[in-house]
């Protein structure tokens, strides 16, 4: 039995630009592309979903705020481990990961970018994983932090590209 894909539409900033660009949950998540390849990007909520319908999808609107990979930008500039926030980095850090898959361009993580992965995720403090007064602060060496920098300025340059930026 195959599952059916959950399409969200994504509020984002780039480079001072709102858009949406729809993305799926799946075995292997990803984004939307244009016939061309490049991730479909939308300046409206209606745009989106009307692109998501015409492709014989329904898109449900996230509403848990607009994803700013300007701050992203802004931190890899002067990368600082006082300036991590688990939770912003750790999606993004997918998100930029699914927009890579999705336009053949998969990003392959050494071992300690992994770990760090692991580092953010953790930092999230999510309920579902963390025991009931609980809560995890990771350290942030600088080595990591600049392997962590370096990692999302990687995961931009891609998201640019394929974006048409």
């Known amino acids: 039995m195959q599952v059916e894909r959950s399409h969200f539409l ?14 799926y949950s799946d075995e292997q998540d990803g984004v939307l ?21 015409a492709k014989g999808l329904s898109a449900a609107v996230d509403t848990s705020g ?36 999705s336009v053949g361009k998969p990003l392959e993580f050494t071992e300690d970018e992994r770990h760090i992965h692991g580092k953010l995720f953790w930092g999230c403090n999510l309920p579902v994983v963390t025991p009931s007064g609980k809560h995890f602060m ?3 060496p600088e080595d990591e932090v600049r392997t962590l920098a370096d990692t ?14």
């Open 138 to 140: 990771p350290a942030w």
């Open 33 to 53: 592309l244009t016939d061309m390849g490049a991730v479909a990007l939308f300046d409206s909520e209606a745009a989106g979903i009307a692109y998501a319908k």
């Open 152 to 165: 999302l300025l990687d995961g931009l340059r891609l998201a640019r590209e394929s974006m048409g930026h």
């Open 66 to 101: 607009t994803w700013d990979f300007d701050a992203i930008a802004c931190w890899v500039e002067t990368p600082t481990a006082g300036g991590i926030e688990c939770n912003t980095f750790y999606n993004a850090w997918n998100l930029l990961g699914d927009i890579a898959a």
């Open 10 to 23: 994504i509020p984002f900033r780039l480079d001072g630009q709102d858009r949406f660009l729809v993305w």
